[in-house]
């Protein structure tokens, strides 16, 4: 892609029908680790791909509110929006659900965004226990193990992305203006 140019995210698989309850969710960031991983789980996981980051600062505005401690406004990115409302979907007939997104900031900051936006708003929450997971390695045991270790996220990784992800903001909004001139 053009520099600067967002690269689109592949149509998600369409959903012929909810996953029956007893099954579980699985969500990871690459479509080919989803299918690799979803042959190492079997048929009680429903195994499905954010590609990449699913909610971010607005495109057009500043996206950070100044006045009150720096707090960031996340809006989904266009053409998330039929992949996200898959997710919750699938989510709600699951008896659990396991974010496994990449075991970094940038992962751990994707696996918060799509709790959130399952969690919100209430009345339409799914009901599920969400469990994180994180796999180091992709083969059928390092996977299994991984999943018997499941835990919750980890917010510090989530406010060092937010940090990382305002201060680019500030930086690219504020300084390249007077950079450039």
Excluded: C
């Excluded at 099954?23 to 048929?43: D, F, M, N, Q």
């Excluded at 791909?49 to 950070?64: F, M, N, Q, W």
């Excluded at 990449?102 to 469990?131: K, L, N, S």
């Amino acid at each position: 892609p053009r520099r600067g140019a967002r690269a689109v995210a592949p149509e998600p698989e369409p959903l012929d029908e909810v996953p029956a309850n007893g099954t579980a969710l699985v969500i990871v960031e690459s479509p080919a680790k989803a299918k690799t991983i979803g042959k190492y789980l079997g048929r009680g996981f429903t195994v499905r791909a954010t590609v990449g980051h699913v909610r971010d600062l607005p495109a057009k505005k500043l996206g950070i509110d100044l006045e009150h401690g720096f707090a960031p406004e996340y809006v989904t990115i266009e053409g998330k929006e039929d992949l996200l409302a898959d997710l919750k979907k699938i989510a709600r007939g699951a008896r659990e659900v396991f974010i496994a997104t990449d075991p970094d900031r940038e992962g751990e900051a994707i696996g918060w965004h799509v709790e959130q936006f399952f969690t919100q708003p209430r009345r339409q929450a799914v009901t599920a226990p969400i469990r994180r997971v994180m796999f180091h390695e992709i083969t059928k045991d390092a996977v299994q193990a991984s999943m018997a270790r499941a835990t919750e996220i980890d917010t510090r990784k989530v406010e060092a992305q937010q940090v990382r992800r305002v201060l680019d903001r500030l930086v690219g909004y504020k300084a390249s203006p007077v950079l450039w001139k």
